[in-house]
Every structure is written in structure tokens, then in C-alpha cells.
């Protein structure tokens, strides 16, 4: 089995900065991508940035130039440096990865697996 940990959300003050982090564990074979999604109260969940094992990123028009994901694979973590933080980036911040993991010594399995989330305020 997989498990996703996330960690670093809080309250942080407009303007300010956090880092996110998200960590992958268990028997993991291969991380192919891993992305940051983000719900905010009333609203549906959405993407804000993903990173593929390649390095290649992508991020959404509403975080671009703010924020900045990067993939340690040798930890299976990926981080999420946010600056210049906004009151409308408050959310439930949720890591998402795309892997595969040893069911046993001989069975990949590959899954979609989400972490729990973390709670990031902007507020004065």
C-alpha cells in the first residue's frame, strides 16, 4: 500500500509565504507525476500545479509566477513553495500522485492516490 502525507499548511498573513510538502510512502516502484489540487469552501476542488518525473510543469493562470512545485524522487516528495499569498488562496490543499508500488516481489500496481489534505488560511 501507498500512503500520502501532506504538511506545512497554516494561517499566514496577505503576502506572506508558505511551503507545502507532500511526502509518498510505502513499497513505490516509479512516481510518474505528482500534483497539488485545492477546494475552497464552496467551490469544487481544482488543480494548481502538477510535475511530471521528467521535471516538466504546469501550473494554473491563477497561481503562475507565485507559486513554484518541485519533486524530490529520491524522497518521493513534493513540495509547493507558495509566495505572495492571497485571502482567495485559502483552501484544503490536497496532494495527488500517479505511481506504481510492489503489491508483492513480483506485482506492480499502479494507482491514483490522494493524500488527506492540508488547511491553508490567508488572513489579516
Known amino acids: 500500500q501507498v500512503q500520502l502525507m501532506e504538511s506545512g499548511g497554516g494561517l499566514v498573513q496577505p503576502g506572506g509565504s508558505l511551503t507545502l510538502s507532500c511526502a509518498a510512502s510505502g513499497s513505490i516502484r516509479s512516481v510518474y507525476s505528482m500534483r497539488w489540487y485545492r477546494q475552497a469552501p464552496g467551490k469544487q476542488r481544482e488543480l494548481v500545479a502538477y510535475?511530471?518525473?521528467?521535471?516538466?510543469?504546469n501550473y494554473a493562470d491563477s497561481v503562475k509566477g507565485r507559486f513554484t512545485i518541485s519533486l524530490d524522487s529520491a524522497k518521493n516528495t513534493v513540495s509547493l513553495q507558495m509566495n505572495r499569498l492571497k485571502p482567495e488562496d485559502t483552501a484544503v490543499y490536497y496532494c495527488n500522485a500517479d505511481l506504481d508500488y510492489w503489491r508483492d516481489a513480483d506485482t506492480p500496481v499502479g494507482v491514483d492516490e490522494w493524500g488527506k489534505g492540508t488547511l491553508v488560511t490567508v488572513s489579516s
Open positions: 510535475i511530471l518525473s521528467s521535471g516538466d510543469t
